[in-house]
């Protein structure tokens, strides 16, 4: 009976599930990212341990929004960190099993590891450190493939191109090549798997081009949601934004539209180009096995007048009572201020000072006057620079962001 109680006690416990945090994204998509930021800084300090990666990447993104580069890169590495480590406690096993998915420590979905390390390497590069930047693509460049099972290949296209620059930087010719041809394969594999992109991609066929760098990451990223019978499948749907893509203009002078590098919606709903809706079957296979085999060890034990009937009965017990606490609802915890895409840009820009506009367009081309946003940037004598903007409006307001 001891036994009985411990158990049920345990799958009590281990059963408390962890909400998604209550992200104002209501004022994200208005670009009231200060509003977000001191939000997810209260749930830094305050909010549940579960959930410190997540609050963590959405902070630093607001950050980098916000112009504060070097926040940014403490807050996505403390997630980074986080988000990598597989190491479990024996009572996070324990709640992996029979509790809900999400009472776990948050740490990602490959595509969520993939974005902590696209901006960590942003971050690094803004730092003066292509070195780390290079390092940081790499890790998403492994975290994307990252599967039990070898025919997932890895296909964020944005990272293997940065990688590919970052060794160029570093003066390796040889390794950027070696990226590059990854990029593109990777551009070519996403597509074919029902991606958005150009094939062949501008981006890619001169992957080397230009000193000035812009990045453009366009619309809000999936939304996750628990399917199936038991709410057991983590299935993902896009969420409407009206941003498709961008164009730029430098003095005045149309430097043209923007490419796609990463299909964020993409990268959530499938591994390696097969689509995987982050199924938990064995979780409910096994709350079913374990309530028929309570349920039939209970009726052994009944009919059995032998010294096994009470092992019998206390097996059967457990079993229905950890048949009872075993929750298959999928986690639905998500970073829900990514990008629905991110893309780029390049150019040959003189040195100097230049007042760049960059439009974001609906679907049919069309300008979204909101969203139209107006910096000054700086390309130096020697070397590149490189800008990110979001799909957000009034962000021209915040300031000049750091190359």
């Not at 597989?86 to 490959?110: I, L, M, Y």
């Not at 039990?148 to 090549?177: H, I, N, V």
């Not at 066929?205 to 996750?224: F, S």
């Not at 409407?240 to 164009?247: E, I």
Request: aromatic share 8%.
């Amino acid at each position: 009976m001891r036994t009985v109680v411990a158990v049920s006690c345990a799958a009590l416990l281990a059963g408390c599930a962890i909400d998604q945090p209550d992200v104002p994204m209501r004022d994200f998509r208005a670009g009231n990212v200060e509003a977000v930021r001191a939000f997810v800084r209260h749930e830094v300090d305050s909010g549940p341990a579960e959930n410190q990666a997540l609050v963590l990447d959405v902070l630093a993104q607001c950050e980098l929004l916000l112009g504060q580069q070097r926040d940014a890169l403490q807050h996505f590495g403390a997630a980074g960190s986080i988000m990598g480590n597989w190491q479990t406690a024996g009572s996070e096993t324990f709640n992996a099993v029979v509790g809900s998915e999400s009472s776990k420590n948050w740490r990602g979905d490959p595509y969520e590891k993939a974005m902590n390390a696209f901006y960590l390497g942003l971050c690094y590069l803004w730092h003066g450190e292509p070195d780390n930047a290079r390092a940081a693509f790499k890790k998403g460049i492994l975290a994307d493939g990252e599967s039990g099972d070898e025919k997932y290949q890895a296909d964020f296209t944005l990272l293997f191109w940065l990688a590919g620059r970052m060794s160029a930087l570093m003066g390796a010719p040889g390794e950027a090549a070696d990226f590059y041809r990854e990029a593109n394969k990777a551009n070519d594999f996403m597509i074919a798997h029902g991606s958005r992109g150009q094939q062949p991609n501008p981006l890619l066929q001169a992957p080397d081009h230009g000193n000035l760098v812009i990045l453009a990451e366009c619309g809000l990223g999936p939304e996750k949601y628990a399917g199936g019978g038991q709410e057991q499948l983590a299935r993902f749907r896009p969420r409407w934004h009206p941003a498709q893509r961008a164009q730029v203009s430098i003095d005045g002078r149309m430097l043209g539209s923007t490419s796609v590098l990463v299909d964020v919606d993409y990268q959530a709903r499938t591994r390696g180009g097969t689509e995987m809706e982050g199924i938990h079957e064995g979780k409910a296979v096994f709350k079913t096995v374990a309530g028929v085999s309570g349920a039939v060890l209970l009726w052994s034990a009944a009919h059995d007048r032998g010294r096994g009937a009470r092992d019998k009965a206390l097996a059967g017990g457990g079993l229905l009572l950890l048949s009872l606490f075993t929750s298959t609802a999928a986690d639905v915890r998500h970073w829900p201020t990514l990008p629905s895409t991110v893309q780029g840009l390049c150019a040959q820009v003189a040195p100097g000072d230049h007042a760049l506009t960059i439009e974001f367009l609906d679907g049919q081309g069309r300008v979204l006057p909101d969203l139209t946003q107006h910096w000054s940037v700086t390309v130096p004598v020697t070397g590149e620079s490189y800008y990110l903007f979001r799909s957000l409006p009034g962000l021209d307001r915040i300031g000049k962001p750091r190359g």
